[in-house]
């Protein structure tokens, strides 16, 4: 069987296809400058990614990445007419990312005729989180008329981690018990209990949780306020401040956390504080929900950071002592490999696990279809 990935965004389309009898990625692609120099539209890009692979007449299905399927798409599911009259109405929960989203899955259905397209949420694996975790402590009736309340994101990421968890400690999905960590550009935290989400740090947006490359993260609602009063700033402009010009980039002057670390490795201080206060945070969120699920098997990074920087990892990992938690310096060195860098002795292991999102929408997309 093979599966076409498709993530759509608003100015570029990336793209893989797999095989997944053999479980192999044939190719890879990155259609750039889509409507602003470029192919004119998402028809135009994928016309692109047809010839780059050669006109191929044998996939079976495509998967696509969707920012926001709301309650109403708790798994993924098969782009019918209703579920894409559906999708067009969850639009204001993602203005950025719904409308090429939607796109990417309207251009496939021309491009590709017959051909089932599966639509892969990120926020349906955090739909199983309680009402006391996902609930915001404000009037009821925005909930009910608005949808406001926590959804999470990064959800494809935190389900394929667990499962490459669940497997690699050798425990049935269904009993394991986590704390995943996708720690990027964008980052996000998981309490996993039995296999299920049951808390996240995103909230109705990404923007709420840990400090990230250019979002603050969890602030003081009152600080926004303050700060739209005092500056005259717009919802608009407040919304760019916060999720463009804020995080690491306020703090220290790059969103990337490499430049970071090497800032404060020549003793910058405000790259200092950037990289203690995304550890502190990031610990302050694994300390609790391992209360939350009452006891994690193990503590599972991932992502850009969580993959790669041993620095940031050490940072996190040297204030969860209280949890009985040792970091084995030697092992932290791995670098986008599956690993733990936890000691032998450390009362919960701490596990690397490369994500792969592209591979988990592909694995979901033929589940869909195979039904
Ligand atoms: P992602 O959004 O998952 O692609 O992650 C991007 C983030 O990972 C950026 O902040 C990168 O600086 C960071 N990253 C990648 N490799 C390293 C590394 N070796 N050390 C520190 N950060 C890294």
């Given at each position: ?75 993924s ?43 892969v ?240 929408i592909?694995q979901d997309t033929?589940r869909?279809?195979?039904?």
């Amino acid at each position: 069987m093979k599966i076409l990935v498709i993530n759509s965004g608003s100015s570029s389309l990336k793209y893989q296809l797999f095989d997944m009898k053999k479980g192999e990625r044939l190719a890879k692609g990155l259609i750039e400058r889509i409507g602003c120099g470029g192919p004119k539209d998402h028809t135009e890009a994928l016309k692109k990614v047809v010839a780059d692979l050669g006109a191929p007449k044998d996939i079976d299905a495509i998967g696509h990445r969707v920012l926001h399927g709301a309650e109403i798409f708790k798994d993924s599911v098969l782009v019918t007419k209703s579920v894409l009259a559906t999708l067009d109405k969850l639009v204001k929960f993602g203005t950025l990312h719904m409308p090429p989203n939607i796109g990417g899955i309207r251009a496939c259905q021309k491009i590709f005729k017959g051909v089932p397209n599966v639509a892969v949420f990120d926020t349906a694996f955090h739909q199983t989180m309680p009402d006391c975790a996902a609930m915001y402590a404000i009037d009821p009736k925005y909930y009910k008329k608005m949808g406001i309340r926590k959804y999470g994101f990064h959800g494809t990421s935190h389900k394929f981690i667990t499962a490459e968890a669940a497997k690699f400690l050798k425990k049935p999905l269904a009993r394991v018990n986590l704390v995943t960590c996708h720690l990027g550009n964008g980052s996000s935290i998981a309490a996993v209990k039995n296999g299920a989400c049951v808390d996240t740090s995103m909230g109705l947006t990404p923007l709420a949780g840990l400090v990230m490359g250019t979002r603050c993260g969890d602030i003081d609602v009152g600080a926004v306020l303050s700060i739209m009063e005092a500056e005259k700033k717009t919802p608009e402009e407040m919304d760019a401040l916060l999720n463009k010009k804020s995080g690491l980039l306020a703090l220290a002057g790059s969103s990337d956390c490499r430049d970071i670390c090497a800032k404060a490795g020549k003793g910058d201080k405000q790259a200092e504080l950037a990289l203690e206060m995304l550890a502190y945070r990031t610990a302050l969120y694994i300390g609790a929900y391992n209360t939350v699920i009452g006891g994690a098997d193990a503590i599972v990074m991932t992502g850009g950071i969580g993959e790669n920087s041993s620095e940031v990892r050490e940072r996190i990992v040297k204030r969860l002592g209280a949890l009985g938690i040792k970091l084995d310096r030697k092992a932290n060195k791995i670098r986008g490999s599956l690993g733990v860098i936890s000691t032998k002795d450390s009362k919960i292991p701490v596990v690397v696990i490369p994500t792969n999102e592209e591979l988990a929408i592909a694995q979901d997309t033929a589940r869909i279809v195979g039904r």
